[in-house]
């Protein structure tokens, strides 16, 4: 079936480390891949998406890059700052006339000044 | 400006307890989404309405039901909650795929924080 796999947490980071949370995919056809942040409280919130393939998605520093042939969608950024501080979820959409997202477990980001 | 508006963000009931949760968006999206998210975990899509059609997830369980009554709204029921129902509520919107692209954000409000006692 489709699923997500994501590296489990939490990570802890010092401020301006550099930042890489692993996502593969599963999925039978060429899904939309997605990395949602949720900050402490708070609902969850589109970071930045890749709709194909070598497609890379990037938002306030953070990238990732499309990879059909590992199946993957590795998040990173070169320079983590304390506001950065929430959890991540990799994610990709089920297309069916709608768009259905599975999400992966989350993993949580802390960073110490 | 444009949201989706949960309320109330932290909600208190008791064991058997019916609990209604409301959504609204000023989006004016076509589609309206529940997600049940328990503690470090992923969220769980219970149920979603594409315009008034509702579509329901296989494993939802009957305890939870869905109202739309109009564009804007969307409530969520919990006719008995269990223990094990406490949780976070996320609700979601999405514009549709109806002649659009295949691609469509989904815009999450801020949650309810269901406790059950």
């Known amino acids: 079936g489709n699923s997500v796999t994501q590296m489990e947490g939490p990570v802890t980071l010092s401020e301006e480390a550099f930042l890489t949370i692993n996502c593969t995919y599963t999925?039978?056809?060429?899904?939309?891949l997605f990395w949602y942040v949720q900050y402490p409280g708070e609902g969850l919130q589109l970071l930045l998406k890749a709709t194909k393939a070598d497609d890379k998605g990037s938002n306030k520093g953070f990238e990732a890059t499309y990879r059909k042939e590992t199946t993957s969608f590795h998040l990173e950024k070169g320079s983590v700052q304390v506001s950065d501080s929430a959890v991540y979820f990799c994610?990709?959409?089920?297309?069916?006339?709608?768009?259905?997202?599975?999400f992966g477990t989350g993993t949580k980001l802390q960073v110490i000044p | 400006d444009a949201m989706v508006i949960q309320n109330p963000r932290y909600q208190v009931t008791q064991f058997g307890k019916p609990v209604t949760l409301s959504c609204s968006q000023t989006?004016?999206?076509?589609?309206m989404y529940w997600y049940q998210q328990k503690s470090s975990q992923a969220p769980k899509l219970l149920f979603h309405?594409?315009?008034?059609?509702?579509?329901n997830e296989a494993d939802t369980p009957d305890n939870f039901q869905s109202r739309r009554p109009n564009t804007s709204f969307c409530f969520l029921d919990i006719r008995s909650p269990g223990l094990g129902d406490a949780a976070m509520y996320l609700c979601?919107?999405?514009?549709?795929?109806?002649?659009?692209?295949?691609?469509?954000?989904?815009?999450f409000g801020p949650g309810t924080r269901l406790t059950v006692l």
């Open positions: 979601a919107t999405s514009r549709g795929l109806a002649g659009g692209p295949r691609y469509n954000e989904q815009f």
């Open positions: 994610a990709q959409d089920l297309f069916g006339g709608y768009q259905k997202v599975t």
């Open positions: 999925a039978t056809g060429y899904p939309s």
């Open positions: 989006l004016n999206h076509n589609v």
């Open positions: 309405y594409y315009d008034k059609d509702f579509n």
